[in-house]
């Protein structure tokens, strides 16, 4: 038999494969890093972006709220617990009849009604929006009469929907003084 000597060979084999090893060893961290790098700069990128519309929004709320005359209250998608106000952009006078009567409004709705706008007329404040029944509708114009005993509250509207879970299209006035 003839003795051949495969040791140099293998060894030759078996450096080949460690090379071959920390190259794709150096490659994969080389992707995952460019990976990781990528999406550093984009989620910074991103945050920018939010931080300057932020500051611009910050920006116009101190311009509104600096001039009394033109103040706007603006309460957008605010769902906190069972009160759902969807959006309210009125301007406020000068005898905080309007604010006094957003604020209970906010406290005081009930979870089956939702508001659709709050608008200051001559002779008062109209609120108009929808509701699951008329009894919570009925009920909550009560309440405010309760409330705001000194005006005339009247439920001037109730139209049935068919479509949907809030069916019920409603429109409540709080008048003058009695």
């Known amino acids: 038999m003839i003795n051949i000597n495969l040791l140099p060979w293998r060894e030759i084999e078996q450096k080949k494969k460690i090379k071959q090893f920390l190259l794709q060893l150096c490659i994969a961290f080389l992707v995952s890093f460019l990976l990781c790098l990528f999406?550093?700069?984009?989620?910074?990128?991103?945050?920018?972006?939010?931080?300057?519309?932020i500051i611009s929004l910050e920006r116009k709320i101190s311009v509104e709220n600096s001039?009394?005359?033109?103040?706007?209250?603006?309460?957008?998608?605010?769902?906190?617990?069972?009160?759902?106000?969807?959006?309210?952009?009125t301007k406020m006078d000068e005898n905080n009849f309007l604010l006094n009567t957003l604020f209970f409004v906010g406290e005081n709705i009930p979870s089956?009604?939702?508001?659709?706008?709050?608008?200051?007329?001559?002779?008062?404040?109209?609120?108009?929006g929808r509701a699951m029944s008329q009894e919570s509708v009925v009920l909550f114009a009560k309440n405010l009469e309760k409330n705001f005993s000194h005006k005339k509250v009247s439920l001037s509207e109730f139209t049935t929907i068919e479509e949907g879970k809030f069916n019920i299209a409603f429109m409540i006035s709080l008048g003058a003084n009695r």
């Open 39 to 53: 999406f550093y700069l984009n989620l910074k990128n991103e945050i920018f972006f939010y931080q300057k519309k």
């Open 67 to 89: 001039s009394p005359n033109s103040h706007f209250m603006k309460i957008i998608s605010s769902t906190t617990g069972a009160k759902k106000i969807d959006i309210l952009e």
């Open 112 to 128: 089956d009604i939702y508001l659709n706008s709050v608008d200051k007329k001559e002779d008062g404040v109209q609120l108009s």
